[in-house]
């Protein structure tokens, strides 16, 4: 059955770094999301990207933060420079469609910024 | 906004008896329902969800799911449950008018099935 893979599995980074987050969606896929989860807390949506442009995101989604999907395959999640608090899980997910279609989640990227 | 509240952040139970896992959730508009399910360093996978028509959804391992408009609810229910069941249980809502099918999150349940 094809999945959401996700590398790497964790990432440790130094504050002010930038990190990447790579994701591998299903592969007739459109739609795109990238999810967080800070420790204790719930999981929060960040940004969808549909006809390689952004179509939704959140409040957290500030410009320190940018999405691409360079090659047709991966789909990337860029934090230019880490602060504390954006340690969390990172989730990417795919999905066929938008509203009704069930969105598929990769197994989350652990990142640790120190 | 849409915001979705589980009320039980942990719920222990033995093997075979029954369980409840309660969500509510406020929206101003209709909204799609859905649960998910993390197991140990896995990602979330969908357990089932509501679209529209009848307010009884399934899944294919036994877990039941009542949409109840009136209360907001979409509470998720298993008679008899199995020490396989023990995982994180995520209840979440998607808009289904303008959002590009944005999921928002409650804040989890661990189930945990004892022997």
């Known amino acids: 059955e094809p999945e959401v893979t996700q590398t790497p599995s964790h990432q440790v980074t130094q504050m002010g770094q930038e990190v990447i987050l790579r994701c591998v969606p299903i592969?007739?896929?459109?739609?795109f999301y990238w999810y967080r989860q800070i420790l204790g807390q719930k999981v929060e949506f960040l940004v969808s990207?549909?006809?390689?442009?952004?179509?939704?995101k959140s409040e957290i989604f500030d410009d320190q933060f940018s999405v691409e999907r360079p090659d047709g395959s991966n789909f990337t999640l860029k934090i230019r420079s880490t602060k504390l608090e954006d340690s969390a899980m990172y989730f990417c997910?795919?999905?066929?469609?938008?509203?009704?279609?069930?969105?598929?989640f990769g197994p989350g990227t652990r990142l640790l910024v120190l | 906004a849409q915001s979705v509240t589980q009320l039980d952040s942990q719920v222990p139970v033995f093997e075979e008896a029954p369980v409840e896992l309660r969500c509510n959730y406020s929206?101003?508009?209709?909204?799609?329902l859905f649960w998910y399910v993390q197991y140990p360093n896995q990602g979330l996978q969908l357990l089932l969800k509501?679209?529209?028509?009848?307010?009884l959804v399934e899944s294919i391992n036994g877990f039941e799911a009542e949409f109840n408009k009136s209360q907001t609810s979409f509470h998720l229910r298993k008679p008899s449950v199995h020490i396989s069941d023990t995982a994180e249980y995520f209840c979440?809502?998607?808009?289904?008018?303008?959002?590009?099918?944005?999921?928002?999150f409650g804040q989890g349940t661990i189930l945990t099935v004892h022997p």
């Open positions: 997910a795919s999905g066929q469609a938008s509203y009704q279609e069930t969105q598929y």
């Open positions: 592969s007739n896929h459109l739609y």
């Open positions: 990207f549909y006809n390689n442009e952004i179509s939704e």
């Open positions: 929206s101003s508009v209709s909204v799609y």
């Open positions: 509501y679209l529209s028509g009848s307010t």
């Open positions: 979440a809502v998607s808009d289904s008018g303008t959002s590009y099918g944005k999921l928002t």
